[in-house]
């Protein structure tokens, strides 16, 4: 299981940015996937999840501007960031949760296996 994240760059205030998760080795629709971000001298904290059922979730900080979505076909799923902040500014992970359920998490520990990250830098 494999996951590479990527999409980052540097993006001024009120920009739009499209993350991509692409997965090898497995088939990330029997897979909850969740969106992570961690900020200079910050703890990693949960973004979006988009479980195996299409149930989406996003913390407030987030809501009404970022948005998850899967491409079957690309065995990838995307975050859609929209109205960025200098506030998410981070480097974003993604991850594989192999629990078979209809929510989704986005608590760190509920995910199995992790990308390496792709740095989002908002400028103000």
């Known amino acids: 299981v494999q996951l590479q994240a990527s999409g980052g760059g540097l993006v001024q205030a009120g920009g739009s940015l499209r993350l991509s998760c692409a997965g090898s080795g497995f088939t990330m629709d029997y897979y909850a996937i969740g969106w992570f971000r961690q900020a200079p001298g910050k703890e990693r904290e949960g973004v979006s999840c988009i479980s195996i059922s299409g149930y989406t979730k996003h913390v407030d900080s987030v809501k009404g501007r970022f948005a998850i979505s899967r491409d079957k076909a690309k065995n990838t799923v995307y975050l859609q960031m929209n109205s960025l902040k200098s506030e998410d500014t981070a480097v974003y992970y993604c991850?594989?949760?192999?629990?078979?359920?209809?929510?989704?998490?986005?608590?760190?520990?509920?995910?199995?296996?992790w990308g390496q990250g792709t740095l989002v830098t908002v400028s103000s």
């Open positions: 991850a594989a949760d192999r629990a078979k359920l209809r929510l989704c998490s986005t608590g760190l520990n509920s995910y199995d296996y």
